[in-house]
T-cell receptor, first 112, second 114 residues
């Protein structure tokens, strides 16, 4: 099942770099999500987009900047990250916010 | 905030054994989901539950939505080596409270000895 794709799969960046994560869903869904998964911690919701509009920002630092140009694409722009931001970043989508969410394979981010 | 308590944290079982794991919450959820995650991959949806008391099967997997809407369990029968992975429960609020936010449990790591 490759309904939700993410690129890159792995990313190493310095604290002064600017990079972007990309997510694309081929399921015709209207809602998209960014999650952070750190070792030994439950998945944490970061952002929710519904019909391209951001509906939830779960107190995420401004060094993470999401962008949703259309219902099929979601980006996470990264700037001046910290080593503690190293984690697996997962994108998900759902038909609507009431429906089950389907996840992409994630981007393994390492901040040096 | 809402929290989900998932147990056990880890299990090491013999191939062919049955497995049971559960999640409890202090909040009432309208939806319970169970996911499995393999190393280096995203979670894959196993079962979705939408009604209190609902019992749903997917092959050797069976999950139930608790009557109180505050708990759910997942059973795996006759485990096989490919069942190895981390299993997560997730709850979702409904109605006007539903922003799409899923609350995840801490995960149950399952290891199966051939």
């Amino acid at each position: 099942e490759t309904g939700v794709t993410q690129t890159p799969r792995h990313l190493v960046m310095g604290m002064t770099n600017k990079k972007s994560l990309k997510c694309e869903q081929h399921l015709g869904h209207n809602a998209m999500y960014w999650y952070k998964q750190s070792a030994k911690k439950p998945l944490e919701l970061m952002f929710v987009y519904n019909f391209k509009e951001q509906t939830e920002n779960n107190s995420v630092p401004s060094r993470f900047s999401p962008e949703c140009p259309n219902s099929s694409h979601l980006f996470l722009h990264l700037h001046t990250l910290q080593p503690e931001d190293s984690a697996l970043y997962l994108c998900a989508s759902s038909r609507d916010r009431d429906n089950e969410q389907f996840f992409g394979p994630g981007t393994r981010l390492t901040v040096l | 905030g809402q929290q989900l308590n998932q147990s056990p944290q880890s299990m090491f079982i013999q191939e062919g054994e049955d497995v049971s794991m559960n999640c409890t919450s202090s909040s009432i959820f309208n939806t319970w989901l169970w996911y499995k995650q393999d190393p280096g991959e995203g979670p894959v949806l196993l079962i979705a539950l939408y009604k209190a008391g609902e019992l749903t099967s997917n092959g050797r997997l069976t999950a139930q939505f608790g009557i109180t809407r505050k708990d759910s369990f997942l059973n795996i029968s006759a485990s096989i080596p490919s069942d190895v992975g981390i299993y997560f429960c997730a709850g979702q609020l409904g109605g006007s409270s539903n922003t799409g936010k899923l609350i995840f449990g801490q995960g149950t790591t399952l290891q199966v000895k051939p």
